[in-house]
């Protein structure tokens, strides 16, 4: 079964900081997802990586098949940027959406 | 923009009891899935239903749970007999495929289900 871990589980920055969340999985997989989880408990897909990288706004989503590892950067970070970050990975062979969740990066940007 | 609507936002049982949470997913999405939420927990994934069958489901996906597309909109999940360990947030999601193994996938605002 694959393990996905995300680090670190709780980051505090200032506006404007360049941010990275990192997300680790231990089995090869079919594609990772980041998502984003408001306060309010709303689920929204950032992005969907099967390789390379992806950039959207200030966002950049990167993943490395070989280490089986992927980041995802948050530019000129912003407080409505604050919210909890989930990485969730597809294992091969399983359906679309039969996805294995991290734990969550809590993100707090102060102004 | 196109959403995924879940019905109630928030419901309060008693153990024991039936509950059915509504979701209307995306006109043109053909998959649905849902997923739960226990408070301070990680996303888990439920189940997943094409074609008017499961194609997938977890191991909590137990005979407690079920689904349903009643009407070609509504995806339902059913809770037969709740218990205390069933609350949670659950979210209902659609994906619209854009080929190459490449989707989008929308979640719906979940609803929050509490069992006394």
């Known amino acids: 079964k694959n393990e996905v871990e995300q680090s670190p589980q709780n980051l505090t920055a200032q506006e404007g900081e360049f941010i990275t969340i990192n997300c680790s999985y231990s089995?090869?997989?079919?594609?990772l997802h980041w998502l984003q989880q408001h306060p309010g408990g709303g689920i929204v897909s950032l992005f969907m990586?099967?390789?390379g990288k992806k950039k959207h706004g200030r966002l950049i989503a990167t993943i490395n098949i070989q280490e089986k590892h992927s980041s995802l950067h948050i530019t000129a970070s912003h407080p409505r940027d604050s919210a909890v970050y989930i990485c969730?990975?597809?294992?091969?062979?399983?359906?679309?959406?039969?996805?294995?969740f991290g734990k969550g990066t809590k993100l707090s940007v102060k102004p | 923009e196109p959403e995924v609507t879940q019905t109630p936002s928030h419901q309060v049982t008693q153990m024991g009891q039936e509950v059915i949470l509504r979701c209307v997913p995306i006109?043109?999405?053909?998959?649905f899935y849902w997923y739960r939420q226990i408070l301070g927990q990680k996303v888990e994934f439920l189940v997943s239903?094409?074609?008017?069958?499961?194609?997938?489901k977890s191991e909590i996906f137990d005979d407690q749970f079920s689904v349903e597309r009643p009407d070609g909109s509504n995806f339902t999940l059913k809770i037969r007999s709740t218990k205390l360990e069933d609350s949670a947030m659950y979210f209902c999601?659609?994906?619209?495929?854009?080929?190459?193994?490449?989707?989008?996938?929308?979640f719906g605002p979940g609803t929050r289900l509490t069992v006394t």
């Open positions: 969730a990975v597809g294992n091969y062979g399983g359906s679309q959406g039969n996805l294995i």
């Open positions: 089995v090869g997989i079919s594609a």
């Open positions: 990586l099967s390789s």
């Open positions: 006109s043109n999405h053909l998959y």
């Open positions: 239903f094409y074609n008017n069958e499961i194609s997938e």
């Open positions: 999601a659609s994906i619209l495929l854009l080929g190459q193994g490449l989707y989008e996938q929308y």
